[in-house]
């Protein structure tokens, strides 16, 4: 795969947009309230560990302290 930085925070970007997406449609509006703390994410590894856990985890309050851990 290309490494160019600019394709890598393209991908990232999707990658927070569909996280924020889903966690909304699982959990509702509340969620949109993650997106701040989820920009602040660029390693493509962790945004994929949150894209796991976004579909396991039972609430809203546990995704949310999963992510500041």
């Given at each position: 795969?290309?490494?160019s930085?600019l394709?890598?925070?393209?991908?990232?970007?999707?990658k927070r947009?569909?996280?924020?997406?889903?966690?909304?449609?699982?959990?509702?509006?509340?969620a949109?309230?993650?997106?701040?703390?989820?920009?602040?994410?660029?390693?493509?590894?962790?945004?994929?560990?949150?894209?796991?856990?976004?579909?396991?985890?039972r609430?809203?309050?546990?995704?949310?302290?999963?992510?500041?851990?």
């Open positions: 795969m290309i490494e930085p394709l890598q925070e393209i991908i990232a970007e999707t947009e569909s996280l924020v997406a889903f966690l909304t449609s699982r959990f509702g509006t509340e949109g309230e993650l997106e701040a703390d989820l920009k602040a994410i660029e390693d493509e590894d962790r945004l994929n560990e949150l894209i796991k856990l976004a579909g396991s985890c609430s809203l309050k546990a995704f949310r302290k999963r992510l500041q851990a």
